[in-house]
């Protein structure tokens, strides 16, 4: 893919610490770490390392990268890593994406309650799933599943959901048989509705119950009890989407899929089309209006704004696993699902997706041999490193 011609970086630099100053009432110590890491990602303010070619002797200096999991530039190796790990986990059969979204209403109460509100869609989503999927009358099956956080929308606006991607079926109550799904969509999309309502609603009322809810500014109203409980009353009043799509293919393509959705940010750089006079403008589809493609200008001011909006709190886990893919009982169920299927491990096709894992960080540009790191360099030493090759250009 070639180098897009604007970057976050770009704007952040732009910006400075004048946006700083004009924004400290509501800018975090985490916010600073983030805009700091997107700046400085692959330039000499991180250090470096000098490469050489094992082919050919071709030697070059490379900047390190932030390793940030907000900054656009630092995605693909974790993603590359982490899709080939998938690998040994994917079963022949159908897969199927459904995507839980919270209520707009509860968007504000959200992003001042992240690290309690996201880990509480995460698992009330996945409970959703294993309950609906264990009644006999839908599936009747244990399943097991990966679910990804995402918190924006495609105009960056602040947007939780969370992606599953199910295999189609699960193991019988007794691990006796495979279980194959009876609907075209795996399970009742108005029936998966509900059961999430219900289970965030009464989940909301027990943090209430037991103070865990920060409720400061705009929110301040729903401390008192009688107001917090009319406004779950409001949300009962209304259809919580859950939607499902129907079944995308076999091991062959999931690992295509899930790197769309694995390991993203709000925003990527070759998402930016422009960027001047302290403006930015970049591409969104406006699903709204049938997923039409449409371009929004923003000020760099609010762009940033909307960029940080989507920070996660330290520590916080936005992939993760249910069901008979759960970390602790993965060993155990999955040969046993391969067993049912009778199956052996399947090996997809290699994809950029997948080969770029086992490839080297970086070609050599002359003859496409392999790069080698042959010297760690701190800031220090880069800018003394470039200094000298100036000076031997110049001479």
């Not at 900054?71 to 974790?78: E, L």
């Not at 067993?339 to 052996?344: R, V, Y």
Request: glycine share 6%; aromatic share 10%.
């Amino acid at each position: 893919m070639n180098r897009p011609s604007f970057e976050v970086a770009d704007i952040v630099r732009a910006a400075g610490q004048k946006f700083i100053d004009k924004n400290r009432s509501w800018l975090t110590g985490l916010h600073r770490k983030v805009l700091f890491a997107v700046e400085c990602c692959r330039t000499a303010a991180l250090g470096g390392h000098k490469d050489r070619c094992t082919r050919c002797g071709y030697k070059a200096i490379s900047y390190n990268s932030c390793r940030n999991r907000h900054c656009p530039k630092c995605q693909t190796n974790a993603r590359e890593k982490w899709l080939a790990a998938r690998q040994r986990e994917l079963l022949s059969v159908p897969y199927v994406h459904v995507v839980f979204t919270l209520p707009q209403e509860l968007a504000l109460l959200a992003f001042h309650n992240k690290k309690h509100l996201y880990s509480l869609l995460l698992r009330v989503s996945a409970a959703t799933l294993l309950e609906v999927a264990g009644d006999p009358k839908h599936l009747g099956a244990e399943i097991g599943f990966l679910s990804v956080l995402h918190t924006w929308g495609q105009n960056l606006l602040h947007h939780p959901h969370v992606h599953c991607v199910i295999p189609a079926g699960g193991l019988s109550p007794d691990r006796q048989r495979w279980i194959r799904p009876r609907y075209a969509f795996f399970l009742p999309v108005k029936v998966l509705s509900r059961v999430f309502r219900g289970k965030f609603v009464d989940e909301l009322k027990r943090m209430f119950r037991d103070g865990e809810l920060r409720l400061p500014g705009p929110l301040r109203p729903l401390a008192r009890e009688k107001v917090f409980r009319s406004f779950l009353r409001s949300l009962f009043r209304k259809d919580w989407v859950v939607y499902a799509k129907p079944p995308f293919g076999g091991p062959h393509y999931v690992l295509q899929y899930l790197a769309r959705y694995t390991h993203r940010v709000a925003i990527s750089n070759h998402r930016i089309v422009n960027f001047a006079d302290g403006k930015v403008t970049f591409r969104w589809k406006d699903y709204a209006h049938g997923g039409k493609k449409r371009l929004m200008t923003l000020s760099m001011e609010e762009f940033l704004r909307r960029f940080l909006l989507h920070w996660l709190p330290r520590g916080f886990v936005r992939i993760r696993f249910f069901g008979f893919l759960a970390n602790r009982r993965r060993a155990i169920l999955l040969p046993l699902c391969r067993q049912l299927l009778a199956t052996n491990p399947p090996v997809p096709p290699q994809s950029t997706e997948t080969s770029i894992a086992k490839q080297p960080a970086w070609l050599c540009p002359h003859c496409g041999g392999p790069m080698a790191v042959v010297e760690r360099l701190t800031a220090e030493d880069l800018h003394r490193e470039l200094a000298r090759l100036c000076l031997a250009n110049s001479s």
